[in-house]
């Protein structure tokens, strides 16, 4: 196989180095039960203490605010379904953007109101604080920017708009890559989106906000982290996101300007591209385009030959054959998908390459089809 | 004058290549109706009816008529 490009990052990166030596020591002093007072226990909930003190800090709430879950799709689902549960006085109405995880989406169920976005992916927002000033709303969720297409959300607005209606943010895309705006009253977000371990979710929940937790409230830190905690997971997720958030502003810097870069040339070198999402209010590391005529799944399988991951929003690369609800939202072709992400360890020339090999490949599957 | 495009059971983005061959081929002015039960087509039809400044006249049903303008 050729040189390997990883241009996925969105989905998932290769733990940071910091992380990796964390986990590997933790796993020796960490594995204890860190409920019991001997020794070895004690040893433990110090470290899952200390883990969840700079976790809590980087997303900016207390320790005692911070729940761990066993992912960001955890995270969701139980952090929407208990303050759900909390406010069933008020109503059962779940408001969110057309454009949210699909945890949102599937928790939600039928008692959601959806608001559309506009074809940058942005909700609108009078069309948002209509649907959430409405009697008989729980909630309102809004991701602080979406994960395929990396536009960023109005999040300060937005919470203006909810009043009393506590605003839960999605900010998995954003933990780390950029700033997640203030204003949110419970907040999501998941590990290994910061180069951190598997199976780490973070569920903040601000001091004000009431939830009705459905999950047991056993004695394990009251009910903070149930069940039995993975403390070297935990630890390895803490020690990459202080690691991440000290490179955030260099990387977010080059991460912009390569991302501008991609997008220009895209648009520049490829016929029949759309090349989607907001231009400047983004994240720094991702970017969306569709080229018209070609199979998104070819596409993919292509540069992949040619060493590249990358993943795409187009239906033939999903399990379900159903688009990206994100592009279908947006009004966007969704065919001839690709989403590039860029990691802390992706270089210039790579970016570079990609880009030069790219209107090549789109040439000759168009051709295969006759266009 | 209308030209109808059975793309029943095709998948994207085959019902939109079809629809690009084939909407050169009638005269300005006239329709193209085309029958796509592919749910990508609900989103793909509009967005290359935009990208190609043709008119996307009706869509609904599995069925979108697009107009040709140039």
């Known amino acids: ?371 | 004058m209308n030209v109808d495009l059975d793309c029943r059971g095709l998948l994207c983005p085959l019902p939109v290549i079809k629809l690009a061959k084939t909407l050169p081929t009638v005269a300005v002015g006239d329709t193209v109706t085309v029958l796509a039960d592919d749910p990508a087509a609900a989103t793909d039809i509009p967005a290359w009816c935009r990208m190609r400044s043709q008119e996307l006249v009706s869509a609904g049903e599995n069925q979108y008529v697009v107009r040709r303008v140039s």
């Open chain 1, 1 to 371: 196989m050729s040189e390997r490009t990883y241009l996925d990052a969105a989905s998932a990166e290769p733990m940071h180095p910091a992380a990796r030596e964390m986990l590997l020591s933790a796993v020796d002093s960490g594995w204890a039960d860190p409920v019991r007072l001997h020794h070895e226990g004690r040893t433990a909930r110090l470290l899952l203490d200390n883990a969840r003190a700079v976790l809590a800090d980087a997303v900016g709430v207390r320790p005692d605010e911070l729940y761990l879950t066993t992912s960001g799709t955890a995270a969701i689902q139980a952090g929407l379904t208990a303050v759900r549960a909390a406010r069933s006085r008020v109503g059962a109405t779940i408001v969110h953007s057309a454009v949210e995880h699909s945890a949102v989406l599937h928790t939600a169920g039928e008692a959601a109101v959806e608001v559309g976005v506009d074809r940058l992916g942005r909700v609108g927002l009078a069309a948002f604080t209509d649907a959430v000033r409405r009697p008989g709303v729980a909630v309102a969720a809004l991701q602080s920017a979406n994960h395929e297409v990396g536009t960023r959300q109005p999040i300060e607005a937005a919470a203006a708009a909810a009043g009393d209606v506590p605003l839960f943010v999605d900010a998995s895309a954003s933990v780390a890559h950029d700033v997640v705006p203030a204003g949110w009253s419970v907040l999501a977000a998941s590990a290994h989106k910061w180069g951190g371990p598997a199976g780490v979710g973070l569920l903040a929940v601000k001091k004000g906000t009431r939830i009705a937790p459905a999950w047991p409230m056993d004695e394990r830190e009251d009910g903070l982290s149930p069940g039995f905690p993975n403390v070297p997971n935990a630890l390895a997720a803490a020690a990459a996101l202080q690691a991440r958030l000290a490179e955030a502003e260099e990387l977010g810097k080059q991460h912009r300007a390569w991302i501008d870069e991609v997008r220009r040339r895209v648009a520049a070198d490829i016929p029949d591209v759309e090349v989607v999402g907001d231009a400047d209010d983004r994240l720094p590391h991702i970017l969306t385009f569709s080229c018209l005529y070609v199979d998104g799944e070819a596409l993919v399988t292509a540069l992949d030959a040619e060493g590249f991951a990358v993943s795409s929003g187009s239906a033939c690369t999903s399990s379900t054959l159903r688009p990206s609800h994100v592009l279908a939202a947006m009004g966007v072709l969704t065919h001839g998908n690709v989403r590039v992400s860029l990691g802390r360890d992706t270089t210039h020339d790579e970016v570079q390459r990609f880009c030069a090999v790219l209107p090549g490949l789109v040439q000759r599957i168009r051709a295969e089809v006759g266009m």
